[in-house]
C-alpha cells in the first residue's frame, strides 16, 4: 500500500483542484493537490514538499479531513486529505494540466479519480 496525502484548500466557498497531466496514470482526472509519502518524511511534511513543487505555494497544514483507501488495478493508496490553507504564494501549474477553484456544487462537473469519490461525497453532504 501507497501512503499518499493531499490537501483541501479553501480561498471562501471555493477549493483547489488539480488536473492530472496527460503522460501520467488517471491521465486528465481531477483531484487534490498532493503526492506520496516519501521515506523518513511525515504526511505533513510531504504535503507541503508536493504543493511546493506542483503549485509553487508554501503550505499551512491543518487537521485531518478524511481518510481513504482505495485500490486502483495497479497500485493500493491509503489517502489521507488534510485540511490546508495557502501561507504564501498563488497556485502555479508546475506539474498539472489545469487548476480550478470550484464549490461543492460543482463537483459533478469534473471528472475524479476514483480514490476521492468518498471525500467528494462527504464535501456535497456538508456544504
Given at each position: ?10 480561498d471562501?466557498?471555493?477549493f ?8 501520467k496514470?488517471?491521465?486528465?482526472l ?8 516519501e ?13 511546493k513543487?506542483?503549485l509553487?505555494?508554501?503550505l ?49 462537473n ?5 480514490a476521492d469519490?468518498e ?9
Amino acid at each position: 500500500m501507497v501512503e499518499v496525502v493531499a490537501a483541501l484548500i479553501w480561498d471562501k466557498d471555493k477549493f483547489l483542484i488539480c488536473q492530472r497531466p496527460k503522460n501520467k496514470a488517471r491521465a486528465l482526472l481531477w483531484e487534490f493537490v498532493g503526492g506520496k509519502v516519501e521515506q523518513g518524511e511525515t504526511k505533513e511534511q510531504a504535503l507541503i514538499r508536493e504543493c511546493k513543487e506542483e503549485l509553487n505555494i508554501a503550505l499551512g497544514v491543518g487537521d485531518v479531513f478524511m481518510e481513504v483507501v482505495h485500490e486502483y488495478p495497479d497500485i493500493t493508496v491509503q489517502l489521507t486529505l488534510f485540511n490546508a490553507t495557502i501561507a504564501e504564494g498563488v497556485p502555479q501549474k508546475l506539474e498539472h494540466n489545469d487548476i480550478k477553484w470550484i464549490t461543492p456544487a460543482e463537483i459533478p462537473n469534473y471528472n475524479f479519480c476514483p480514490a476521492d469519490e468518498e471525500i467528494l461525497l462527504e464535501l456535497q453532504r456538508k456544504n
